[in-house]
């Protein structure tokens, strides 16, 4: 059973830094192309922060504008997403995914 989980949600001020860590298991990581996604509001679609493949090419949403870091490391089975410059936009519910697997999310919440 493959289970991504997620941490290092939390409030911070704007122009502030987060580091979001997505663990998975059940699954050959190092295999595994692997995304973070964020969800502002239930009702509105997820868009896609940034890409890693298996090679580590990284893809990133155009809103990152250079801010947002996405790295692997697969001793550790675990995908982070280092976020910096952090604005109030940025405040949404923030996902991991792989294949078809979602986790359940970390919320961050980014005051002016």
């Known amino acids: 059973q493959v289970q991504l989980v997620e941490s290092g949600g939390g409030l911070v001020q704007a122009g502030g830094s987060l580091r979001l860590s997505c663990e998975i298991s059940g699954t050959t990581f190092s295999a595994r192309a692997i995304a973070w996604y964020r969800q502002e509001e239930p009702e509105k679609r997820r868009e896609l922060v940034a890409?890693?493949?298996?090679?580590?090419?990284?893809t990133y949403g155009t809103f990152v504008e250079g801010r947002f870091t996405i790295s692997r490391d697969n001793s550790k089975n675990t995908v982070y997403l280092q976020m910096n410059s952090l604005k109030p936009e940025a405040t949404a519910v923030y996902y991991c995914r792989t294949l078809h697997y979602w986790g359940r999310g970390t919320q961050v919440t980014v005051s002016s």
């Open positions: 890409n890693i493949a298996a090679v580590g090419k990284t």
